[in-house]
């Protein structure tokens, strides 16, 4: 399985684009160096002692590579998804003073709120981080491993105190 994810965000790498003026495309995903700066700018907000010029361009080509990879996967990320993610984001935000700090970086200068950049360089990335490892358990490659898992959890609930001797019948490696 991670062969084959390694596989795919290469070939995704590969066809990242960079366009002229600092444009960057990622399958249908484009980053443009407004995006950039806004995501350079939370990361400023969420990591203040992060000194990496670019650290919001790398996230942001990370964050869209993943989505194309969702994309490629069959999961086709919509408007409505982004929208519900925001909604989760604002119900479940254990940190509303952080949020409001981000949501601030989106002020256009008339003072407006730039809720589709929010969207695309804040909530985009959240919810293919979210996402991905759920669309890629439900994948038929990971059926076996899934089932050696379970029985193997099953027995130990059985027995606890079998746990390493279990793993060693098995193969598993653990705590190396």
């Not at 379970?150 to 279990?166: D, G, I, Y």
Request: aromatic content about 8%; some cysteine.
């Amino acid at each position: 399985m991670k062969q084959s994810v390694l596989v795919l965000t290469l070939f995704v790498l590969m066809a990242c684009d960079r366009r002229p003026q600092g444009h960057w495309q990622v399958g249908r995903f484009r980053i443009d160096s407004e995006d950039s700066k806004l995501r350079q700018q939370i990361v400023q907000v969420m990591y203040p002692e992060n000194k990496i010029l670019e650290a919001g361009l790398i996230q942001m080509k990370r964050s869209y590579v993943f989505a194309a990879i969702l994309e490629k996967a069959g999961h086709q990320i919509q408007p409505q998804n982004l929208i519900e993610e925001d909604q989760r984001i604002e119900a479940t935000s254990r940190d509303r003073a952080m949020l409001l700090k981000i949501k601030d970086v989106f002020k256009k200068p008339d003072g407006s709120f730039d809720r589709e950049r929010y969207l695309t360089v804040f909530i985009l990335p959240v919810y293919v981080e979210r996402i991905l490892p759920g669309v890629f358990q439900g994948l038929s490659v990971h059926q076996e491993s899934s089932k050696i898992a379970t029985e193997f959890l099953h027995e130990v609930q059985k027995k606890p105190e079998s746990f390493s001797s279990l793993a060693k019948q098995r193969g598993l490696n653990y705590g190396q």
